[in-house]
């Protein structure tokens, strides 16, 4: 386990520096030559976003680490020593793996618990520094359809059950409202309303100078009501939708299951896909750490006589492979091609399925 402390600390700091200088430094340097951004504001925002990078150094780290560590043993027959009293290739890839299931601990945490807030900070105090508004919500034309399924005499249909709209939101309050009411089947309603904020505590909308459109069966209005104020026992979902869900890589699990439940009855499918996408991600990028340190065992176990440059280049081509399969299969995740469980977890089990042959053939 020792020999492989070294080669990772390594990996780590190369690949962890190398991301956020071409992700952050770059961007960074040209706003403090524009005098956008003060030296003290800069290096804020390199620590705030270090986190991120880590997540992605990680499990880079760990596959230089495994890679090296075991491709030094077999260049010194270290490892043939060890093969020829017993010991089976699972057994000596035992100090990776374990390597591997504590970087994958430490990993899930960065991105989830430390990523989302770390982000969301670093982006509020860039925004503040140029004298750009901070705003974290959607300010204009919130929209949330609401479906329902009923019963017909062939069966059953898909309808529209409420359509909330509104022109502008503050962060508290919604202005400018028009809702379509059609829960109820032979009729439905029209509201209009100047400003609608939520009630927590009633668990509806307090909707103010406003009225309400009753609409026949026919088609003909029915009755109208003019209010002050009015309660609407309507769900929550577009409030969570417009404060909550605006930007993925700023969600926690927590935040993703709150939002993919407010948006289950919208059928806003590929905001939807790409929500379940996320949420996978939360748990595929860790694993990629298990993934990887089983890879670079693997290969390391094989006899032969390489060098740190060698090992490093090696690593390089894989990560660049398995990145670019992720890339591809995430995005038709979000597209329906394929289902966003396999979008995410495909190049992991193509790390396994590869890590598995190379075992079966060095064995």
């Given amino acids: 386990m020792a020999q492989l402390v070294g080669p990772f600390l390594f990996g780590l700091g190369i690949f962890t520096s190398l991301g956020l200088t071409i992700g952050v430094l770059f961007e960074v340097m040209r706003n403090v030559v524009a005098n956008e951004i003060t030296w003290a504001i800069a290096f804020q925002i390199l620590a705030l976003r270090l986190p991120e990078f880590l997540v992605l150094g990680l499990p880079m780290a760990t596959l230089l680490g495994t890679l090296t560590a075991y491709s030094s043993l077999s260049s010194f027959s270290e490892i043939i020593a060890l093969r020829s009293v017993g010991l089976p290739p699972l057994r000596l890839m035992l100090p990776g793996l374990l390597l591997g299931l504590l970087i994958t601990g ?3 945490g960065l991105n989830d618990w430390i990523v989302p807030q770390t982000t969301k900070q670093a982006s509020t105090i860039a925004n503040i520094a ?11 034309n919130i929209i949330y359809p609401e479906y329902q399924r009923v019963k017909t005499a062939t069966g059953s249909r898909e309808i529209l059950k409420t359509l909330f709209y509104a022109e502008t939101f503050d962060g508290t309050q919604m202005n400018n409202l028009t809702i379509l009411d059609r829960a109820a089947v032979d009729t439905q309603r029209i509201i209009t309303a100047a400003a609608a904020q939520w009630n927590a505590n009633e668990q509806g909308w307090l909707v103010q100078d406003g009225s309400i459109y009753q609409i026949g069966a026919n088609g003909s209005f029915s009755d109208i009501e003019q209010f002050e104020t009015n309660f609407l026992n309507l769900s929550d979902a577009p409030l969570i939708l417009a404060t909550r869900c605006q930007r993925p890589s700023e969600m926690t699990l927590q935040v993703i299951d709150v939002c993919l439940e407010s948006l289950k009855l919208s059928r806003n499918e590929r905001r939807i896909r790409t929500l379940q996408v996320r949420k996978q991600e939360k748990f595929s990028v860790p694993f990629v750490c298990i993934v ?3 890879v670079g065992s693997a290969i390391g176990l094989r006899p032969q006589n390489s060098s740190r440059a060698t090992s490093v280049g090696l690593s390089v081509a894989i990560v660049f492979a398995y990145y670019l399969i992720s890339v591809i299969s995430s995005s038709m995740g979000v597209w329906g091609t394929i289902t966003p469980f ?10 396994l399925v590869a890590a598995g042959t190379i075992l079966w053939r060095t064995g």
């Fill in 292 to 294: 990887f340190a089983m």
């Fill in 130 to 140: 140029q004298g750009e508004a901070t705003i974290d919500y959607q300010e204009k």
């Fill in 106 to 108: 430490i990993t899930f």
């Fill in 342 to 351: 396999m979008g995410t977890w495909f190049p992991n089990l193509l790390g």
